[in-house]
T-cell receptor, first 115, second 107 residues
Framework: DVKVTQSSRYLVKRTGEKVFLECVQD?????MFWYRQDPGLGLRLIYF???????EKGDIPEGYSVSREKKERFSLILESASTNQTSMYLC??????????????FGPGTRLTVL | GQNIDQPTEMTATEGAIVQINCTYQ??????LFWYQQHAGEAPTFLSY????GLEEKGRFSSFLSRSKGYSYLLLKELQMKDSASYLC????????FGGGTRLMVKP
């Protein structure tokens, strides 16, 4: 069964802290994505990766960075968390082919609160 | 969502039919996705349209008109479990989602 897992369901951090959100997929997918989801704004793409050590900016990369050292793992990093980064963070992966053509499988999400 | 419009909320009755519309920017279009998301859960894939016309999958159907930049998701024989948010996604250079339509099914 297809599976995308995220390291935490709920996370509370303080302003200025460095935050790591981890995502792992077991489907041998090339493409991985990080989104944030806020009420009324839908899903917004932060970063994506189409191969190990490759990364591309999405719509809202400011304040975030990513790391893809292994095919199955894609990490989202908040270098210095701020209150406006309080959100639901969703990781997704998709299979071979160009990025937009394939069904994306989503993880359960991490609800991050920055105090 | 960027250049994607869909209604914020809809209400329908159990057993009825509901149509959720989505309009999108046509430039750089590479297909139209629909996802279902129950409260507190991850989005799950419903459909992908790249050619004009209606695609039926059980109680759910999705329609696309590329020239009009328009799609809809049709849900038939509504069940209470269909209460969820429905996300329209435009597969351009990257997948861009609308804000989602929250559907409430009432008895």
């Amino acid at each position: 069964d297809v599976k995308v897992t995220q390291s935490s369901r709920y996370l509370v951090k303080r302003t200025g802290e460095k935050v790591f959100l981890e995502c792992v997929q077991d489907m041998d997918h090339e493409n991985m994505f990080w989104y944030r989801q806020d009420p009324g704004l839908g899903l917004r793409l932060i970063y994506f990766s189409y191969d190990v050590k490759m990364k591309e900016k999405g719509d809202i990369p400011e304040g975030y960075s990513v790391s893809r050292e292994k095919k199955e793992r894609f990490s989202l990093i908040l270098e210095s968390a701020s209150t406006n980064q309080t959100s639901m963070y969703l990781c997704a992966s998709s299979g071979p082919g160009t990025l937009s053509y394939n069904e994306q499988f989503f993880g359960p999400g991490t609800r991050l609160t920055v105090l | 969502g960027q250049n994607i419009d869909q209604p914020t909320e809809m209400t329908a009755t159990e057993g009825a039919i509901v149509q959720i519309n989505c309009t999108y920017q046509t430039s750089g279009f590479n297909g139209l996705f629909w996802y279902q998301q129950h409260a507190g859960e991850a989005p799950t894939f419903l459909s992908y349209n790249v050619l004009d016309g209606l695609e039926e999958k059980g109680r759910f159907s999705s329609f696309l008109s590329r020239s009009k930049g328009y799609s809809y998701l049709l849900l038939k024989e509504l069940q209470m479990k269909d209460s969820a948010s429905y996300l329209c996604g435009n597969a351009g250079n990257m997948l861009t989602f609308g804000g989602g339509t929250r559907l409430m099914v009432k008895p």
